[in-house]
Each structure stands twice: as C-alpha cells, then as structure tokens.
C-alpha cells in the first residue's frame, strides 16, 4: 500500500466517522425540536446545514472507498 493509497484510506474513514456522527446528532437535535414545535412547523430546516454537511461527508467517505486497494480474500486450500 503505498502513501497516497494510506491517507486516502485514512480521509475515507475519517469523514466517514465525521459524516455518521453529524448525521445521527442531526436526527437527534431534529426529533428533540420536533416535541417542543408547535403543529405545522417544520423542523429540518433550522438542522439542513447538519443535514448537508453530514451528506457531504459521506459522499466523500464513498466516493474515495473507490480508491482504496481490494484486500485479496484467500481461500481455505490456499497458504500463499
């Protein structure tokens, strides 16, 4: 695996991390708004900054998981 190949792992997964920790904080915050709001007041956008910013980081989680190398699954018979 080469250097490149290794910090672009590393940002995948980072922003991945980033990504879903945004993204369930942004529910979180949305449902807890949700209870306090009157009928008829849509909560998501006072979160849709959240909302985008997690989407963001996971597309860029995925989109750089195109780039990582394949791991060589072996079978059982074989030692090499």
Known sequence: MTKL?????????ISLGAGAAIGIYA???T?????????????IDTNRPWMYTAI??????????????KKNKQKKGDEQ
């Open 5 to 13: 190949q290794r910090v672009l792992s590393l940002i995948s997964n």
């Open 27 to 29: 529910l979180i915050r």
């Open 31 to 43: 449902y807890l708004l949700y209870r306090s709001l009157p009928a008829d007041v849509c909560p």
């Open 56 to 69: 963001a980081l996971l597309a860029v989680s995925f989109i750089l998981s195109w780039f990582e190398p």
